[in-house]
């Protein structure tokens, strides 16, 4: 994927297909890492709604396929989805109770302890199976991938949009407390570099992947895994992109910073609305990041996004 090039689509009635968890955030009132906050407000969560819920609102096509339970939560987030002009055909509903993450509200790195029961109850039905036919990017987090049934869903999913020629990315947001007891996610999670087009780690992310090292050690190391394109966010110290052959650096633009919760799937974003519109990569990259600093003046992993020319036209870019 070429820095000035642009990324070319099949012509699709729908551009992105977000699939994997749909959960309740449970964010902390008050800024506390220790969870001893008297008070917590429930937000709509899950790296695949965030992205198909803010791509629309940035002017592009979305669908999302996941699962939630037939509950009081399931029901909070179905309704969530419908007044956002979601569709809802790809919700699927299990006995199982809805899945719950309780998180501190950050100006840093969130942090979250997991509650997981009907998000890995995904099933590759008729429904999903022609959303990503009909789609021209799927995206995907480790989430799916870490438990069974849902792995075998996504393992598929990737399958067919290989066959298709469909763009996959993949947020490789390993930790280890959404995966089963003496189970290697890691090496799990490096065998799908080589089967996606796009993944974007933290430098977190690469840290549980890989242990400590320099940025750009950390990136050399998915792309010897057969990563084609890596951005490897770094906070407040911006990004650096590699393709392989050219690696890049990019500045935050982040100013105003209340709550990192969803910031990395802002960033998602913007770089799918931007690549879709026939932005160059270039481009696209520096809308994720203008996207994500947007983001980051609001609580919450959705908020309300003006369209993305509004937001390049804030950041001057």
């Not at 609001?298 to 509004?310: H, M, N």
Request: include cysteine; glycine fraction near 8%; charge should be negative.
């Amino acid at each position: 994927m070429d820095f000035h090039g642009r990324l070319t689509f099949e012509d699709k009635s729908n551009d992105l297909l977000a699939v994997g968890e749909l959960l309740v955030d449970m964010i902390s009132n008050e800024y506390d890492d220790t969870f001893q906050s008297a008070g917590y407000t429930k937000f709509l969560g899950g790296s695949p709604s965030n992205i198909a819920i803010n791509v629309k609102k940035l002017g592009i096509r979305s669908c999302m396929v996941s699962a939630v339970g037939e509950d009081g939560f399931g029901e909070f987030l179905v309704d969530r989805l419908r007044r956002e002009g979601m569709e809802l055909q790809g919700i699927q509903k299990s006995r199982d109770s809805t899945s719950l993450v309780v998180v501190s509200k950050s100006k840093a790195t969130p942090t979250p302890i997991f509650y997981r029961s009907a998000d890995y109850q995904l099933a590759y039905t008729s429904t999903l199976e022609k959303a990503l036919k009909n789609s021209k990017l799927v995206h995907f987090s480790c989430w799916p991938v870490s438990r069974i049934p849902a792995r075998h869903t996504i393992e598929r999913v990737i399958e067919e949009a290989r066959t298709q020629g469909t763009l996959i990315g993949f947020d490789p947001n390993y930790h280890p407390g959404i995966w089963e007891k003496g189970e290697d996610g890691v090496q799990y999670v490096k065998s799908l570099f080589s089967k996606v087009d796009i993944i974007k780690p933290s430098e977190d992310d690469a840290e549980r992947l890989f242990g400590k090292d320099t940025p750009s050690n950390q990136l050399e190391k998915f792309l010897e895994l057969g990563a084609k394109l890596v951005i490897l966010t770094l906070g407040k110290d911006g990004a650096i992109v590699s393709n392989g052959r050219e690696t890049r650096s990019f500045e935050t633009l982040a100013t105003d910073i209340v709550d990192t919760t969803g910031a990395g799937d802002a960033f998602w974003s913007g770089f799918y609305a931007a690549a879709v519109k026939g932005y160059t990569v270039q481009d696209a990259l520096n809308l994720g990041f203008a996207v994500s600093a947007f983001k980051l003046r609001y609580t919450g992993a959705v908020v309300d996004l003006p369209k993305l020319e509004v937001i390049q036209d804030y950041y001057n870019l």
